[in-house]
């Protein structure tokens, strides 16, 4: 199930999108990094656990502005065509 349950500004979406793209740029890049690189891969080890903290700071900086309907077993999601936010959870 979907839910429409707010909006955010154009700054707010681009700052979100920015880290959503960084986060699967550097998630297709473990996929391929071995760890007989280790420079590389520690290094894209503490990456993806600063851009996962970002990317989660984001969500609860936004909810707690906002106000955004939360459930248990649901979490947001943002579409970057119309700045909405859903709550996508299982009836």
Known sequence: MKKLIGAVTEEE???IQVLF???NGLNE???IVTG???MLYE???KDLGETGR???DWWDRMSDQYQWEQCEKGNWEINF???EIY???EE
């Open 21 to 23: 793209e960084r986060r």
């Open 29 to 31: 890049l473990a996929r």
């Open 43 to 45: 290094k894209l080890v």
């Open 87 to 89: 709550l996508v959870y």
């Open 54 to 56: 970002k990317f989660q």
């Open 13 to 15: 979406k681009l700052e």
């Open 36 to 38: 007989s690189n280790e």
């Open 81 to 83: 065509s119309t700045n």
